[in-house]
T-cell receptor, first 112, second 112 residues
Framework: DQQVKQNSPSLSVQEGRISILNCDYT??????FLWYKKYPAEGPTFLIS?????DKNEDGRFTVFLNKSAKHLSLHIVPSQPGDSAVYFC???????????FGAGTRLTVKP | DTAVSQTPKYLVTQMGNDKSIKCEQN?????MYWYKQDSKKFLKIMFS???????INETVPNRFSPKSPDKAHLNLHINSLELGDSAVYFC???????????FGAGTRLSVL
């Protein structure tokens, strides 16, 4: 019962281009969405989030878009940098943090 | 100064043994969590705990038990280890069950 899905296990982009990571969810009760970034041998670190009352949130090079009707969110990174190479996890929260669901992650490789 | 630290980083043990993983956070957070990252890379919450309440994911076997000697620590005890327990276990913390969780670097458990 995977309520949060990241269907692309990997993505490769050229430095300077846009990276778009996608995430789909099935539970319409989710009200808060987060993206975490993970480097090898480290824990996930919070990157950016969005509440269900918004459809866009921007923080520097990172923008998260939420399409509630499609139950879809995406993370845009522009311009992409080699240091952005990592695994990106999408997460969604229901009533409380005990109901936090993570996707399986997408490995982003940014080539110089 | 690691905010959320776990020990050990690697743990190799035999089936049937009992083992513990320690977690400490120096962020002053009042809620701590344990996650299991399975072979398909999904992060699944096992427990959340604050001073008042332990919430257990119903799918977690009772061989797993969290123990919190104080607010800054949440250790994970596992009895009668099984092959299927092999995974990476992440500890995390947040303030007031807030949305953003801070993760440790993970403990890779291998049961032989």
């Amino acid at each position: 019962d995977q309520q949060v899905k990241q269907n692309s296990p990997s993505l490769s982009v050229q430095e300077g281009r846009i990276s778009i990571l996608n995430c789909d969810y099935t539970n319409s009760m989710f009200d808060y969405f987060l993206w975490y970034k993970k480097y090898p041998a480290e824990g996930p670190t919070f990157l950016i989030s969005i509440s269900s009352i918004k459809d866009k949130n921007e923080d520097g090079r990172f923008t998260v878009f939420l399409n509630k009707s499609a139950k879809h969110l995406s993370l845009h990174i522009v311009p992409s940098q080699p240091g952005d190479s990592a695994v990106y996890f999408c997460a969604a929260r229901g009533d409380n943090n005990n109901d936090m669901r993570f996707g399986a992650g997408t490995r982003l490789t940014v080539k110089p | 100064d690691t905010a959320v630290s776990q020990t050990p980083k690697y743990l190799v043990t035999q089936m049937g043994n009992d083992k513990s993983i320690k977690c400490e956070q120096n962020l002053g957070h009042d809620t701590m969590y344990w996650y299991k990252q399975d072979s398909k890379k999904f992060l699944k919450i096992m427990f959340s705990y604050n001073n008042k309440e332990l919430i257990i994911n119903e799918t977690v076997p009772n061989r797993f038990s969290p123990k919190s000697p104080d607010k800054a620590h949440l250790n994970l005890h596992i009895n009668s280890l099984e092959l299927g327990d092999s995974a990476v276990y992440f500890c995390a913390s947040s303030q007031n069950s807030g949305n953003i969780q801070y993760f440790g670097a993970g403990t890779r458990l291998s049961v032989l």
